[in-house]
């Protein structure tokens, strides 16, 4: 039998019919050389014996295991990360500029560390419960390697232990039948690829396309050491100068930074993503994706799903305190602007590395239901309002390792076609 990758449309089609029909060619060909090679042999030896033939089969387009082209599509199979060994990363400049001045103590104490065991505990209890309620949706979870995070590594650049495997929506993002491997920024998530790679792998396998990134060196001019990180309105006016600390010394891009509307994705210049990483996704997309650069009055910009979180075809939540700065343009291409109610979570609750708002970083099984923080009434409401469905699911320890149900997932398998949603 031949098998063929899955190709699924737009102007690969042809590609595809050519490669079917030169594959099929090449087999037919040689079933010809061999029975006759077979038959004359046969002949020579032993006349009466009979000649077997071999027998092709018509080639079989798998379907490919490996499809999303928007976060609202019916979900089928999604990746969910672990909270096991994850290690608080060492409190380097890039760490700094990403992370709130009151938890600047904790990083001193804890980086190269491993998180305190009875909270981790916790969100690893907390993760399972939610890949439980996931199957009970009818969706397949799978999951990365636990891997031995403390492991100090180094390259000629530079030195650091790594971090954890949590949140595969920073390194992975399928568009269309490819999964696409971020380079990351952090030096502490350099190998986080590694946990995901069997995964990876067997998808390919299954006929996916699989696409990794250029690897950063993740060299001191990448960062700009000098960053002056003092206040929050200190950081305001920086980000709005378009200064941030990650250079243009090389292409880097955390896969969180995009989000997806059929041929349309949005990304934002972040503390982890700048604009050579941006454009080489551009460049790589091309002709049949767009991509659109948006920003946001946000002091601290660093993954786009707890700003700007499109939730169906023109409807997205936008953070009221990090507001959209084009957001004129969506509204002209029709597109409904919905603002979630203020965050329920008290401000004692430890988010060592994300901010109250991970309210609305939630996963969208299909258009009708959502997989939403089971203590935050107020944008169950909301939803309920919207006449979308809300499976409650509780995750506050986990978190607090830096993110909520769209950051601890990449979506791997959504039952649906390609579309533009944005005019």
């Known amino acids: 039998m031949l098998r063929v990758r899955c190709l699924r449309g737009g102007s690969r089609g042809a590609e595809a019919a050519h490669l079917i029909g030169a594959m099929l060619g090449r087999a037919v060909t040689g079933w010809v050389q061999r ?6 042999s046969a002949a020579a030896a032993h006349s009466h014996r009979a000649v077997e033939e071999e027998h ?16 609202w599509d019916p979900l089928e199979e999604v990746i969910v990360g672990r909270a096991e060994n994850a290690q608080v990363p060492p ?22 560390q491993s998180f305190p065991a009875d909270h981790l505990k916790k969100a690893v209890a907390e993760i399972e419960e939610m890949c439980n309620i996931l199957r009970q949706e009818g969706v397949t979870v799978v999951r990365p390697e636990p891997l031995d995070w403390s492991m100090e590594y180094k390259t000629p650049d530079f030195q650091s232990s790594g971090m954890y495997a949590a949140m595969p929506r920073d390194i992975l993002m399928v568009v269309g039948n490819e999964i696409i491997e971020a380079p990351m920024a952090w030096r502490a998530r350099f190998f986080e690829y590694r946990a995901y790679r069997p995964l990876i792998k067997e998808y390919f396998r299954r006929g996916a396309k699989w ?25 305001h006016k920086l980000a709005a100068e378009g200064k941030f600390v990650t250079t243009e010394h090389e292409p880097c891009f955390d896969a969180a930074d995009f989000i997806r509307a059929g041929r349309d994705l949005f990304v934002q210049r972040s503390q982890v993503t700048n604009y050579m990483g941006i454009e080489w996704m551009r460049r790589h997309l091309a002709p049949d994706y767009k991509i659109h650069i948006i920003s946001f009055k946000d002091p601290n910009p660093m993954h786009i799903d707890a700003t700007f979180n499109i939730i169906g075809p023109g409807l997205v939540l936008s953070n009221p305190d990090r507001p959209c700065r084009q957001v004129d343009m969506f509204k002209k291409a029709g597109w409904t602007i919905v603002k979630p109610p203020t965050p329920l979570i008290p401000d004692d609750h430890p988010l060592w590395m ?27 409401k909301m939803f309920e309002s919207l006449g979308i469905k809300t499976i409650k699911v509780s995750i506050r320890h986990a978190n607090s390792l830096g993110g909520g149900f769209h950051c601890w997932t990449t979506d791997v398998r959504r039952r649906g076609t390609l579309q533009s949603y944005f005019h």
């Open 35 to 40: 029975t006759f090679q077979s038959t004359s």
């Open 56 to 71: 092709v089969t018509e080639p079989v387009q798998q379907e490919c295991p490996v499809c999303a082209y928007n976060e």
């Open 91 to 112: 409190f380097t400049v890039e760490v700094k500029a990403n992370t709130y001045e009151k938890y600047w103590p904790f990083y001193q104490q804890y980086g190269g």
């Open 211 to 235: 696409t990794t990134a250029p690897k950063p060196t993740m060299s001191d001019e990448l960062y700009d050491q000098d960053y002056p990180i003092r206040t929050v309105e200190d950081r």
């Open 354 to 380: 994300s901010s109250k708002w991970l309210s609305m970083n939630v996963l969208m099984l299909d258009e009708k239901r959502v997989m939403v923080d089971a203590n935050e009434s107020s944008i169950q």
